[in-house]
């Protein structure tokens, strides 16, 4: 049980294009989300946090125009990198938690490469 | 704020010998502590968990660590080294909410042969 599944793996996109990554609980509801990035031989670094039906909130530093989160139910949440630029190719993770089930704990996609040319 | 220290970035142990990885944590109210695993190109994989309940916790593929209040430590160890085990490990703790894993820097480990 707990997996989260993220679609696509990776991608190739021109500058200037948008992309959506996808990141689904597949066997419980996730009341909440996490994006994170991660930066080659780094730690990941956490972009923002969403919750089913609010808006997503942002750590200090990332643009939320640039980096839109939509998390519409309770499976699924979304990640558009908009109008991407090399320096956005990275490695997404995402992570879903469900607070009902105590004790408190995220599981882990299996991360989208995303490399922009 | 919650804060985690990850001793060393690169370990190298031979096969077959012991694994200890230190994290160190920072916590404001008793922490959950968490230890993952990373292999390249893929996501996190949780090896252990701590969450107020037995201070030795046995986790996945022979590792274990073990809460230490008093030293603010949560080191992961494994008694014989496998090749298999060659990976980044990543210690993370969160407060009982539901917030955000703050993540150490990770530990590079290498098995040599």
């Known amino acids: 049980g707990a997996v989260v599944s993220q679609h696509p793996s990776w991608v190739i996109c021109k500058s200037g294009t948008s992309v959506k990554i996808e990141c689904r609980s597949l066997d419980f509801q996730a009341t909440t989300m996490f994006w994170y990035r991660q930066f080659p031989k780094q730690s990941l670094m956490l972009m923002a946090t969403?919750?089913?039906?609010?808006?997503?909130?942002?750590e200090q530093g990332v643009e939320k125009d640039k980096f839109l989160i939509n998390h519409a139910s309770l499976t699924l949440s979304t990640l558009t990198v908009t109008s991407a630029h090399p320096e956005d190719s990275s490695f997404y993770i995402c992570?879903?938690?469900?607070?009902?089930?105590?004790?408190?704990?995220?599981?882990f996609g299996p991360g989208t490469r995303l490399t922009v040319t | 704020a919650q804060s985690v220290t990850q001793l060393g970035s690169h370990v190298s142990v031979s096969e077959g010998a012991l694994v200890l990885l230190r994290c160190n944590y920072s916590?404001?109210?008793?922490?959950?502590l968490f230890w993952y695993v990373q292999y390249p190109n893929q996501g996190l994989q949780l090896l252990l968990k701590?969450?107020?309940?037995?201070?030795l916790v046995k986790g996945i593929n022979g590792f274990e660590a073990e809460f230490k209040k008093s030293e603010t430590s949560f080191h992961l160890t494994k008694p014989s080294a496998h090749m298999s085990d060659a990976a980044e490990y990543f210690c993370a703790v969160s407060d009982r909410g539901n917030t955000p894993l703050v993540f150490g820097k990770g530990t590079r480990l290498s098995v040599i042969a």
């Open positions: 916590s404001s109210v008793p922490p959950y």
């Open positions: 969403s919750n089913e039906g609010s808006k997503a909130t942002y």
């Open positions: 701590y969450t107020s309940a037995a201070t």
């Open positions: 992570s879903a938690s469900n607070s009902g089930q105590g004790p408190y704990e995220q599981y």
